[in-house]
């Protein structure tokens, strides 16, 4: 239950302009009086239990969006960042920041997140990030939290379709390229398809595979296809939607939705979460339940947030043996992109390749910037490339917030003490660690005494 004495008019400020509503029109949905909500909303009044009820029943809210500061470390993490020196002449003091993290703190998270990518003085690292497509594509993608209900209703539609009609999912794809498409699948050889993995070729009107795809990656290409061919014009509508600036960014965010559809293809929405909960989210059970390989299955559970149906909300994160993070998915989970430059020989997914095909779990805090740590657990397990272009084994790890971790069938056994858990440190173009057993590269370090 939320304090008595919350103040979050901010929060429902920016609800009831995302609604259209007048602060009569809201206050009378929510039965108080159109006086107490402006109160409310100006933090002169708490955000009382019984109105907090009512906004979260009538406009499916989320009651976690009232601790956004928490990502920042509160009011104790942005004292911290405004103690900076380059801000010594202002003169702001503690009770001036508390003031501004009431009033503003979607103001205050833009503050410390953009301070959070300079540092103090990385002005270069801020702006390579800045001008990255993936960067901008990710950000448009986490605007959405990985859910895009319209393709997932769908997608689950003409899955339940095919299903019903014509059995095994994956033949029926096929059948569908064939009959409403005049797309046939072919399979060739790896010496005839060099470098890459899939090919349309519409002069002959083939989806062609590469024999080096294991029986899982060639369903998905196949769900890939029925999906891009059917979905088009709504995913170039989401596409257009995010204003990305260029079009590097657009094609990552075009790939990655039709991504989403391939999965939602192969995990209709409402039997894959059924099969979530059955299970307690075990990953070889779904796996072999749906033909799908681990890292399907990972993105999958990131798109978990359908209105009255949501799963539990876990990130994703593909790591390859150097301990580049190659791949991430916030969903709902609320992790930011903290990782990057980092180097954690303790943590789990490094020892993956150790133990190539094993599961491996751990419970683990990390610090998101100036943020608190966080308290996390985590699964992964290696999984092989498919032999073609520059793939190779790669870590597939998936993350939750620990509060939500206790049913999981990996949980079992594993303690979920936060004073059990492994700390894990800054990334390192945030950290001023002078000694340390993973220190960045020459470059980098240089730049971090500056």
Known sequence: MVEASLLAGPALRRLRKREGLTQANMAAILGISPSYLNLIERNQRPLSARVLVQ????????????????AIGGLDGLVRRMADKRFADLGIDREEVQELLAAAPQAAAAFARLYDQLGAGHTHHAQIAADDPEAAARRAIERWQNHFADLDHAAEDLADELRLSRGEISAALG??????????????????????VHRLDLHARQLQLSEMLPGAARRFQIA??????????AIETLVAGANLASSEARNVMREHITDYVAGAL???YRRFLRACEQTGYDLAVLQR???VSLDQVAQRLT???????RGLPFFTATIDRAGRMIGFTAGGSGAAYPLDGARWPAWVPFATFERPGTVLTQAVTFSEGEGAPRHWFT?????????????ARRAVVLGIEARFARDLAHARGISLDPLDAVPLGAPCPRCGRAECLTPATPRLASGLGA
Not at 188 to 196: I, R, S
Not at 224 to 233: I, N
């Open 303 to 309: 798109t978990l947030g359908r209105v009255g149906e």
């Open 224 to 233: 890939r296809q029925v999906g891009a061919l059917e979905q088009r014009e």
């Open 289 to 291: 339940r749906f033909a």
């Open 175 to 196: 059948e569908r390229l064939r009959e409403k498409h005049q797309l046939s699948v072919r399979i060739l050889p790896a010496e005839v398809m060099p470098g890459q």
């Open 266 to 268: 192969l995990m209709p």
């Open 55 to 70: 906004v979260i029943e009538r406009f499916d809210f989320d009651p976690r969006s009232l601790r956004e500061d928490d």
């Open 379 to 391: 699964i992964a397990r290696s999984v092989d490339g498919d032999g073609v272009m520059c793939s």
